[in-house]
């Protein structure tokens, strides 16, 4: 059983890959760390409380993070996730509250409760950056961290930046800097999979309430798609990344390499941009049938 904690940016993609995490059987969710990104960490922290309860997984703790970037300005991606961040889809209330502790103090407890921990990271990395500075010890004690996040050829926030890494850089950077195993699952394997709203329809059987939940969560990227492409479909990043960690033969392609963040203000800043070494797996193209069928298993839940 591979012990997982999912630091989340609960955006609609999030709570989709929280929900392939929670369906497979070879993970054991040990905790959520919540931080800003999508959208500001209180309303992350709604998300995450209201879909562990609507899943009956109110057992998994879940640990309030950042509000903010380490040194820069704060960016959203409420056109794309909606000003909840879940592009005002209903889940009912719960009376499932947040921890005591806050998600540095969480990751350290449950990095030491759990030796070898993986760390599948859906947002910026402002949790993991002040977590490790805070306990150098984590440097030994977290097994790997596995990232979406990074762009090769093309970002999704500038023409050079994926949202994740642009939204705090400096943090990234920190992280890279340690010697905790790590690999990213970049946004451009992730825009090469692009699904439309038949071939979503056609994954969900009838009076499946998870399934209804996703179609329902995707309305909002399609919609926005569409304004765009002119076809209702959708990317799903952080579902990629969360296939990659269930099963690596997810990946077709990947580059074992190593990166730097871009932290000049200028119009690169929060590239990933590629650099010597070998500290890293770098993903670069996915299987698109054998993701499809990690994404199905949600539906047993
Ligand atoms: O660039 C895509 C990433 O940014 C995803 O994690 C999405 O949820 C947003 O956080
Ligand atoms: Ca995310």
Redesign the pocket.
């Known amino acids: 059983m591979k012990k997982v904690l999912i630091d ?7 709570a989709i ?1 929280i929900l392939m995490a929670l369906a497979c059987k070879d993970f054991e969710v040990v905790g959520i760390t919540t931080v800003s ?2 959208v500001y960490v209180d309303k992350v922290n709604q998300n995450v409380l209201r879909l562990l309860s609507f899943l009956n997984r109110e057992d998994i703790p879940v640990f309030r993070g950042a509000s903010g970037p380490l040194s820069q300005k704060p960016v959203r ?1 409420e056109t ?2 909606g000003k909840d961040g879940l592009g005002s889809v209903f889940l009912p209330e719960t009376q499932k509250s947040l921890e005591s502790q806050n998600a540095i103090e969480g990751i350290y407890l449950l990095a030491k409760q759990n030796p070898g921990l993986t760390i599948i990271t ?3 990395l402002t949790n993991i950056a002040m977590a490790v500075n805070l306990y150098p010890e984590l440097n030994h004690l977290m097994g790997n961290i596995i990232a ?2 990074g762009a090769i050829d093309r970002g ?2 500038t023409r050079y930046a ?3 890494f642009y ?1 705090d850089p400096e943090s990234v950077q920190y992280v890279l800097n340690t010697p905790i195993p790590m690999e990213i699952i970049p ?1 451009d394997p ?1 825009a090469e999979q692009m699904f439309t709203e038949e071939e979503i329809k056609a994954l969900i059987p009838e009076n499946n309430r998870v399934g209804d939940l996703f179609l329902s969560l995707q309305q909002l990227p399609f919609s926005f798609v569409e304004k765009y492409y002119g076809v209702r479909s959708t990317i799903l ?2 579902p990629c ?1 969360m296939a990659y960690a269930i099963d690596e033969k997810v990946a077709l392609r990947k580059l074992v390499g190593d990166i730097r963040m871009e932290l000049n203000c200028n119009t690169h800043r929060g590239e990933t941009v590629q650099c010597e070494g070998d500290r890293m797996n770098i993903i670069l193209k996915l299987d698109r049938i054998k993701f499809l069928n990690i994404l199905k298993t949600i539906l047993i839940l």
């Open positions: 989340t940016d609960c955006g609609i993609d999030d890959a990104g999508n991606a794309i996730h859906l947002g910026p979406m996040g999704n926030v994926e949202f994740n939204a946004w992730c990043p952080d990344a």
